[in-house]
Nanobody
Framework: VQLQASGGGLVQAGDSLKLSCTAS????????LGWFRQAPGMEREFVAA????????YYADSVKGRFTIAADKAKNTVYLQMNSLNPEDTAVYYC??????????????????WGQGTLVTVSS
């Protein structure tokens, strides 16, 4: 499975961006797609995830109410709509395939493979 992420860019605080992540194919062990981000000097953190079964969505507290994850199952694509962006959202955003049980939806080590990352920069 290969992932292609896109949509990053430079925006101002308060602006919106929409990221997309397309998986080349979906396998039985592919439970969904998730987004993580890593800011300079910081650890990678969970942002949001979409489970194919039931179309359930999950969010980090820091983005809840501002970010929305959705999917086009026919295209194996997950979108991350990011609104009300602030400088603290600046990071490289990665999408990845979730292969673990639901209890690991926020755990990076339960994701494989990972996309190449797309940079989001929010200026104040």
């Amino acid at each position: 499975v290969q992932l292609q992420a896109s949509g990053g860019g430079l925006v101002q605080a308060g602006d919106s961006l929409k990221l997309s992540c397309t998986a080349s194919r979906r396998t039985a062990s592919n439970n969904g797609l998730g987004w993580f981000r890593q800011a300079p000097g910081m650890e990678r953190e969970f942002v949001a995830a979409f489970r194919w079964s039931g179309s359930y969505t999950y969010y980090a507290d820091s983005v809840k109410g501002r970010f929305t994850i959705a999917a086009d199952k026919a295209k194996n694509t997950v979108y991350l709509q990011m609104n009300s962006l602030n400088p603290e959202d600046t990071a490289v955003y990665y999408c990845a395939v979730h292969r673990g049980p639901l209890s690991t939806i926020r755990v990076g080590t339960s994701y494989n493979p990972w996309g190449q990352g797309t940079l989001v920069t929010v200026s104040s």
